[in-house]
């Protein structure tokens, strides 16, 4: 199961289900048939995907870059939100997990706006830096591999529009960010992006507690 919005009580959680989210029944069938895949806690809430979608309405981005596709349930959230014109790349290594992606992509019919870029993120991230000189997306969502998050980031800033937004997932990685103790490699990470982000004085932050945590950084200049 997904991580979900933790401050909620369980019959709360279930209210904010039934009344704050509009799950469609093709995002539906995606977290059902995920939810059979052993990683399946990986794939965002469906009250994060619905605060994803209201970003997409509000900020209406022409390009959007993420990375870290998995079965592609942000990607298809932030597909059906997104209008005719938007064109999203979504960053991802797992061939099985984005076959499905792809599935559910056609599926939809937004398979024209979506492009897979299949191997290393950071790979990805250096051809599309190449390609496009930078300040190339109006929204990014970083949701990969938590050891690499300070390594992302600098490239992932250049990449970024000037006003353009970052979201960064699993900031508060189930609480061991703030637990002195742990020091494995993907706490560190996420906890060194967590210090980045604060001390950049080019981005405006707010962390947000949904699900993980998730904060909107906003490249200021
Ligand atoms: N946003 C997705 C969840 C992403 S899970 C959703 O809402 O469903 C994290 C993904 O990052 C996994 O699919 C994993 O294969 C991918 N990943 C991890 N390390 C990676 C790397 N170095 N390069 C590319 N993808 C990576
Ligand atoms: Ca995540």
Do not use: I, K, Y
């Given at each position: 199961m997904t991580q979900t919005t933790?401050?909620?009580d369980e019959r709360m959680y279930q209210y904010l289900l039934d009344f704050g989210t509009r799950e469609e029944s093709l995002l539906k069938q995606l977290r059902e048939e995920t939810s059979?895949?052993?990683?399946?806690?990986?794939q965002i809430s469906p009250e994060q995907g619905q605060f994803m979608k209201m970003l997409v309405w509000l900020l209406n981005p022409k390009s959007i870059l993420e990375i870290g596709t998995f079965t592609g349930y942000s990607s298809l959230c932030m597909a059906l939100a997104s209008q005719e014109d938007c064109k999203i790349v979504t960053c991802d290594m797992d061939e099985t997990w984005t076959k499905t992606a792809n599935r559910y992509w056609s599926e939809a019919g937004v398979d024209d706006k979506v492009e897979l870029k299949l191997g290393d993120a950071m790979d990805s991230i250096r051809a599309l830096l190449e390609s496009?000189?930078?300040?190339?997306?109006d929204l990014i969502f970083l949701d990969a591999d938590k050891e690499n998050y300070p390594n992302y980031y600098p490239r992932l800033k250049q990449l970024l529009k000037p006003g353009g937004l970052m979201l960064i997932d699993n900031v508060f990685w189930s609480g061991k960010v703030a637990d002195p103790t742990d020091t494995s490699e993907p706490t560190a990470g996420v906890r060194e992006l967590n210090r980045l982000l604060l001390e950049d004085a080019e981005m405006d932050i707010s962390m947000i507690p949904l699900s993980d945590g998730l904060t909107l950084a906003r490249r200021s200049i």
């Open positions: 933790g401050v909620l059979r895949d052993p990683m399946a806690r990986m496009t000189g930078g300040e190339s997306f």
